[in-house]
T-cell receptor, first 116, second 113 residues
Framework: SAVISQKPSRDICQRGTSLTIQCQVD?????MFWYRQQPGQSLTLIAT?????????ESGFVIDKFPISRPNLTFSTLTVSNMSPEDSSIYLC?????????????FGSGTRLTVV | AQKITQTQPGMFVQEKEAVTLDCTYD???????LFWYKQPSSGEMIFLIY??????QNATEGRYSLNFQKARKSANLVISASQLGDSAMYFC??????????FGAGTRLTVKP
């Protein structure tokens, strides 16, 4: 299945600053997904990123706060802008490796963000 | 609206015994996929097993099996012969026609020696 390299693995940031998270996939994939996992919670979809088009955001998430880039079929970034302590979460990218559903979606190792 | 429900915040099981983690779902789409993921304390998401809505047989992968009851809209995960390394969060998820995946609240499984 696809292998995803997600960076950084963790970071501690000052409120009001921004952090960009990168996901590099070892194969071309059509769709990439960005999730947020708040402490002790489940995964919540932030947006779906397709190459060559604007990302599609879920209710409660806006582009100004979470801008996403998808310059090609193997790479995407998520920026968490103007951070506050409420943004402290694990952020994960995910892809459908398109090898069939039996392989599931592949996830990056996650970015553990702490905002102070 | 599609919804995934896991009603067990935490479960305990004795090592070498079997345990069932519950998952119910709600969708009006005839075509969907159901997944189970394991999340150890390291935070990575590990895919365990998949069940398609049209699959006639319950999915199995090693010690993992999925008890799929379509009429009841349930997709419970059964872990046989539990091991200490099975202690983790377990998430049930559903994918439907727009390809993104929605997750349940999760169940924290603790395996006792």
């Amino acid at each position: 299945s696809a292998v995803i390299s997600q960076k950084p693995s963790r970071d501690i940031c000052q409120r009001g600053t921004s952090l960009t998270i990168q996901c590099q996939v070892d194969s071309q994939v059509t769709m990439m997904f960005w999730y947020r996992q708040q402490p002790g919670q489940s995964l919540t979809l932030i947006a779906t990123a397709n190459q060559g088009s604007e990302a599609t955001y879920e209710s409660g998430f806006v582009i100004d706060k979470f801008p996403i880039s998808r310059p090609n079929l193997t790479f995407s970034t998520l920026t968490v802008s103007n951070m506050s302590p409420e943004d402290s979460s694990i952020y994960l990218c995910s892809v459908d490796p398109s090898r069939g559903p039996n392989y599931g979606y592949t996830f990056g190792s996650g970015t553990r963000l702490t905002v102070v | 609206a599609q919804k995934i429900t896991q009603t067990q915040p935490g479960m305990f099981v004795q090592e070498k015994e079997a345990v069932t983690l519950d998952c119910t779902y709600d969708t009006s789409d005839p075509s969907y996929g159901l997944f189970w993921y394991k999340q150890p304390s390291s935070g990575e998401m590990i895919f365990l097993i998949y069940q398609g809505s049209y699959d006639q047989q319950n999915a199995t992968e090693g010690r993992y099996s999925l008890n799929f009851q379509k009429a009841r809209k349930s997709a419970n995960l059964v872990i046989s012969a539990s091991q200490l390394g099975d202690s983790a969060m377990y998430f049930c998820a559903m994918r439907y026609n727009n390809n993104d995946m929605r997750f349940g609240a999760g169940t924290r499984l603790t395996v006792k020696p």
